[in-house]
């Protein structure tokens, strides 16, 4: 519903939920109402959207309030706030787990909330079902990036006497491996194919760590089962916040009526 307190003139209006309740109307001695949105006088008509009283003027900063934001141009900003924000949420996130030495998937709300709002206000305050899609995918990338860090501490600490013993293994006696070292290596004259192969081989390299990175909260749930569909239950949380702060806000308008008049359910 609308904000009763806010100042006049105000240009941002907020529609997160439909009202079905009846507007009260001024009696019939009563020469005036007041816009619930500018807070101005009306003497003549006005409007019920959501529940609220507004004037002819207020109504349509509603309704234009309500569009869906079109094109390219308001997706890409609304991409870059998201992304910022789903970095700062997942170094939050990633702090609190490394401070504390304990996840505290509460963190995952945070998220969805800090994304959800950054995504709609890259949207102009507006929203639409491809904002819900990239607020979801955005919160889920950002948790995904505070287990990231985990995980590589974790390989970088692997014994380096397991490395050691492998390298041993495969080296056989010492001839065989001065006689591996000191082999000729075939020198390749089909560079520009080589270079083919190498960023061929870096791409893969940086999708499969993406594949891996976009895992890490499944494998995160799956491997601290049954306490992880907890953290699962939060996550989702976090993914149906920023869902619901970006998508478009539904509007119900009702009138004119007339003031001074008991108000009829005519829509607008």
């Known amino acids: 519903m609308l904000d009763q307190g806010t ?40 409007f019920e ?15 234009s309030a309500a569009e869906k934001p079109r094109g390219i141009v308001p997706f890409m900003v609304a991409t870059f706030y998201g992304l910022g924000a789903g970095v700062v949420g997942a170094i939050i996130y990633y702090a609190v787990i490394a401070i ?29 079902r491809r904002f819900q899609v990239l607020a979801v995918a955005l919160t889920y990338l950002s948790i995904a990036l505070a287990y990231a ?7 970088a600490d692997t014994p380096q006497s397991a490395q050691d ?16 070292e000191t ?15 190498s960023g061929r081989r870096a791409l893969l390299s940086l999708v499969f760590l993406a594949a891996v990175i976009a895992a890490l909260p499944v494998m995160a749930v799956f491997g601290s089962l049954p306490s992880g569909l907890i953290s699962a239950f939060i996550i989702f949380i976090g993914m149906k916040q920023a869902w619901r ?24």
């Open 7 to 46: 100042r006049a003139g105000s240009d941002e209006l907020q529609f997160d939920r439909v009202s079905t309740g009846t507007v009260p109307s001024a009696p019939p001695d009563k020469i005036a109402v007041i816009c619930a949105a500018c807070q101005t006088s009306i003497e003549t008509t006005y």
């Open 49 to 63: 959207v959501n529940g609220s009283i507004l004037c002819r003027l207020c109504r349509g900063r509603a309704e």
């Open 100 to 128: 504390t030495n304990f996840e505290i998937g509460i963190v995952a709300i945070l998220i969805g909330y800090m994304v959800g709002y950054a995504v709609r206000k890259g949207a102009g305050l507006r929203g639409s």
């Open 149 to 155: 860090p985990l995980v590589f501490n974790q390989a």
């Open 165 to 180: 013993a492998r390298a041993v293994t495969a080296g056989g006696n010492g001839d065989t491996t001065a006689a591996t």
């Open 183 to 197: 082999a000729p290596v075939p020198t390749n004259t089909m560079g520009t194919a080589t270079e083919k192969v």
């Open 245 to 268: 702060m970006t998508g478009a806000p539904a509007l119900q308008i009702l009138g004119p009526y007339r003031v001074g008049a008991a108000p009829a359910a005519t829509p607008a």
